[in-house]
């Protein structure tokens, strides 16, 4: 499935792992962007020498293209960009603040996305010279904001010129052939890739998403002073009563969902997306069975993607 | 283009009017029940005796199906559904409560249509005999829950065998285009239809409505006791300071903004459709419009609705 993202990325399919902090790790990155999609290394909580183990892990583990986020706000950001520029990773996402490094990551051939959550950012980004955005709904995991894809897929559309990828509500291929319909070329997922096989998120963790509904998400700002969405359990429940917390604790809290399973404590960011989460296949089968799911829904229909 | 919903309800295009209390008039609903869609008469707020009177009014306009809407919550839901019956209004819609008529509408040839927001109301809906469910999003106006279009309808739709209309973030050919992919066979708008020719709304509301963004509207439980959306303005912005009012209260802000397009003082609800709501178009023409746009869009593919 051909769109003006997969020619942009140099990439098979039009799937991408978001970048989620602690889960989006080398093995999870490169195994999505073996099975053709673009993987989206997390490298925005760790430290610089950090990031750039991690990078080339990611780049032993695979030859095809893949990506780094950065959230522009956090305090060593400048530090994280600048290993991912002398590394020359493919792709670099940003998030929540203003890209100073387009033309440099351009000029090693590397592309660079946005992630923008309303209309008015997506146009700012574009004139700020990103090659493609991320169009984060209200449904996402974490931070998005209050509109949903729905609704701002179509908006973003026609207000922009360069490719888009449609982040937030998205498990299947159904929501791909959405996606593609409303307008984006390409589906990003976080919270249906925590529960594939190759994943480090504790089993615990990933049996808990399946058994939890649409319903079993909570939106607050209390979890790291940003408008998210974690997954209803007992840890983040307790979060939403005694408030915010320092950075420390809470990383201590997302490792023990994560790495170790316990939800009565930790918490974990997760997106409604969950409700349609059943099982947990290896990532390629899952990328393959989601393109094979919208091509057969949308057939040979003239839409967009067919460029 | 014909589906299940088309078929069952016995109308040409899979396009129904929501049935919004004050707005969804005698006139809008046979003006979109004429074009080929369904119109739903509002007559949760009406006396039993306004209530016939609409009915036999909308009757005189069109001989096409339409349906009423009555929210069993209320206290006069009893008397004002028993009116219904007795009009044999051609499709009953309900919401918010147990539907205890079902038999005596299938009994005169009617049909009965649940508004649900959650998977487990759209398992107990069908249950109970209903022949449709309308998936209502976050994104919509007054009355959803929090999981998204995007999310619930494939959800619903894997769960219940009774055709969907989708409802909460419609507005065009793109998004009905959507819906029929994600699983939906009709959609139901309602903010769209505010901002046409024939709608009663004043012109200044209207206008306000064109020039708000998907940004612009307010979540709140405190408009009318239940989590509802409604467009961000001066109004709606006094009430969330000074909290809950009485019904007499409340339905005169809302009068206010309706009829008098004041929204200083009153209010209108409104869904985050409204940030692609650019014309004022006559019902007709925006039904065409978007079945062309849709069938434009999906082509010959392979898709359900296909029947």
């Not at 979060?239 to 420390?248: D, F, R, S």
Request: glycine share 10%; charged share 25%; net charge neutral.
């Amino acid at each position: 499935m051909r769109t003006r993202i997969t020619e942009l990325l140099g990439i098979k399919h039009p799937i991408i792992l978001a970048g989620m902090s602690w889960i989006s790790e080398p093995k999870l990155v490169a195994a999505v962007s073996n099975a053709g999609g673009l993987g989206i290394l997390a490298i925005a909580p760790l430290s610089p020498e950090e990031a750039r183990r991690q990078i080339r892990e990611t780049r032993s583990f695979t030859d095809n293209p893949f990506a780094i986020n950065a959230m522009l706000i956090n305090r060593n950001a400048k530090e994280i960009v600048r290993v991912a520029l002398e590394e020359r990773v493919p792709v670099i996402n940003y998030s929540l603040g203003r890209p100073w490094f387009i033309d440099e990551v351009h000029a090693y051939g590397g592309k660079v996305i946005g992630s923008i959550a309303m209309v008015k950012h997506a146009i700012k980004a574009e004139e700020l010279g990103c090659d493609a955005l991320v169009v984060t709904g209200f449904e996402a995991a974490a931070h998005g904001a209050d509109p949903t894809s729905m609704v701002l897929i179509p908006l973003v559309d026609e207000s922009v010129k360069i490719p888009l990828i449609a982040a937030g509500g998205f498990f299947d291929g159904r929501g791909l052939a959405a996606a593609l319909v409303l307008g984006a070329e390409a589906i990003s997922m976080g919270t249906r890739f925590i529960v594939t096989k190759e994943s480090v998120v504790h089993d615990k963790t990933k049996q808990k998403i399946i058994e939890s509904s649409e319903l079993d998400t909570i939106y607050s700002n209390v979890y790291d002073g940003l408008p998210g969405r974690v997954l209803c359990s007992p840890g983040s429940e307790a979060i939403l009563k005694t408030g915010p917390m320092e950075k420390a604790e809470r990383y201590r809290r997302i490792e023990q969902s994560v790495y170790h399973g316990d939800n009565e404590h930790g918490f974990i960011y997760t997106g409604q997306s969950q409700g349609g989460i059943k099982d947990i296949p290896p990532v390629a089968e899952l990328i393959d069975n989601i393109v094979a799911e919208a091509e057969k829904i949308l057939g040979n229909a003239p839409r967009r993607y067919r460029i």
